[in-house]
DNA sequence: TAAATATAATTAACGATGTTAATATTTCCA
DNA sequence: TGGAAATATTAACATCGTTAATTATATTTA
């Protein structure tokens, strides 16, 4: 029995696998039950054996692009000093990773919900995606007291629906054209919202904000 | 000569009206070639007689849901009092539309730009949806110095984005769960996002401001 | 070890899809 | 009225997701 479970794990990493790249390299739109058998090296038919349907396979996915995001922007911003300025960092670095894996950006927002039944626990995962690749920093910021306790609902609310937005007029190619201009419109929003509650912050705050306005605003992700 | 074009303009239109009817009531996912040439009383390979493919067709309906979504705004907003408060009712009539046809927002905002060519002149109708419905609001506040010049561009830009993002997230049934939870996020988000500057405003925004706030600041659009 | 059984993998098939090529029909003018 | 031009339709092809029938493999039993 033991044996049968650990050989199931792995025909399902095949595929698992299998799909992930397909997402990564060349989006969603070229997932078909046939593509993904051809580069696990089975037939398409025994997906079934599997799997219910190629939604479940896809969703399985999830998870493991949300953790690989918290590995990326954990790397990209180790060097930025804890604070707002890590915090605006790690912000950044969300934005990047998807900008690299667009077909991961379509897989967690763009996709219905509906396609993949509705899975409570994968909508979680996605509806809090940004909140905790910055989950440090917010804690950071929260226990040395550089943002409120009373704003950061608001705070990350305003943050997870801005750049959602600003990435799907990117990534559609509607708006703005240049990318130089799209990171400029990344910090200026980051920015801005970050700075929402400017007259109600306390001095370690304000130190920070003053730092971060003084020198030129666009921190560079490329 | 004449009677051709006239003739040819009735077929598009007759194609035209059949894909928006389904936009509307289906979505985009139960759009086919079989679907709209049905529903115009036409064979499905009639189309490509007057339309080089499916996207070609599709998109010549953005433009008309555009001019019908402005007077949605338009209708649904004509009592209000001008200004911040008009301001404010327009965007969440905006976002009333887009919650009572999700068949278009996809049509807007989740169809990738490469569908349709990228036509510019689509691609720029979409971008200022939102920024065009408040034309008037935006216009008024600029005047009578309710919103400063050095702002209102950032403000666009954000609420564009913000707007977006919590559609996304609701339309796709991630978060929130429930239409009431959704519009108070919406109303928060907006009165976040156009009280930002909050600090430099001048007296007849801080007045309407002030008005806003001590009001219970959910206005109902259902 | 050989036969019987259970399991897993594959091919065949169905109803869709978008699009093109080959036909059938209608329209219009000499 | 005949024939040319325009227009509409059916047939066909290569895709797609999914299920059923079939074959190959592995396991168990005699």
Redesign the interface.
Known sequence: MKNKELQEKRMKGYFIQATKEILKSEGIKAISVRNIADKAGYSYATLYNYFKDINDLVFLCVSDFQAECESFVSEQTKKEPKGIKKLKASILAYIKYFIEYPGIFDLF??????DFG?KQQI?DV??NSLDRVCNIDWEYCLKHKIILETDIE?LK??L???????L??YL????PKLYSEFIT?AN??ID??L??K??NLNDAMKDEQTKIQNSIISVNIG
């Open positions: 927002f763009i996709t219905k919900g509906g509705n909508i996605i509806s608001l609310t305003q997870r629906y801005s750049v959602i937005g600003l799907i007029l559609n190619r509607l708006t419109q200026r929003l801005s919202e700075g929402i400017y007259e």
